[in-house]
């Protein structure tokens, strides 16, 4: 849901995931490389910080690493894109666990006041009602959907009211450096 993105590879026979990161947050960005390349999904040469040039010439540092390409990430990439467009895929219940909302939180979540804000501006409206009814589900957590100021773009904002429980379910994953978004 977050920064990353599934790309067939290999004449489309395969799917790899690239990882992308400001360098604000490499930190985080090692730590899960780390992950993936503990469990075997890529190789672990250490990501480096690389310049890019972003909007009106401004210069960007980024850190990037992506998964080794396998045949059996194809099932993700059809699952997430339709026609091209990353949507929120039916299953997302079943694969929404407390690892993969701390990793959510530290990719696209954001301090709200005393809540929690989630960057969820590519998806549309009913996909992120969909993530509020999983939140609730999974989780308990109280949210709603929020536009995001541009015609058909929303966040996610966590009330007040479920910090402490969101805090208790991602605490064990989130790295030193982004415990300042449930703070």
């Not at 999904?41 to 040039?53: G, Q």
């Amino acid at each position: 849901m977050g920064d990353a993105h599934a790309e067939k590879t290999f004449a489309g026979l395969g799917t790899r995931i690239t990882f992308y990161q400001e360098d604000s947050h490499v930190d985080y960005l090692l730590y899960l490389h780390k992950n993936l390349a503990d469990a075997g999904y890529c190789n672990n040469k250490i990501p480096v910080i690389s310049k890019t040039l972003g909007n009106k010439g401004k210069l960007r540092k980024v850190v990037r690493f992506a998964t080794w390409t396998y045949t059996s990430f194809n099932w993700i990439r059809e699952a997430w894109y339709r026609d091209g467009v990353k949507r929120v895929p039916d299953c997302i219940e079943e694969y929404l666990t407390p690892l993969g909302l701390a990793i959510w939180i530290m990719d696209d979540g954001s301090k709200a006041n005393k809540g929690l804000k989630f960057a969820t501006n590519s998806f549309s409206h009913q996909d992120c009602l969909k993530l509020t009814a999983v939140l609730k589900k999974n989780f308990g957590l109280k949210a709603s959907v929020h536009s995001a100021g541009s015609e058909n773009q929303f966040v996610i904002y966590i009330w007040k009211e479920s910090m402490n429980q969101l805090r208790k379910i991602v605490s064990p994953y989130i790295v030193s450096g982004m415990k300042y978004k449930l703070n």
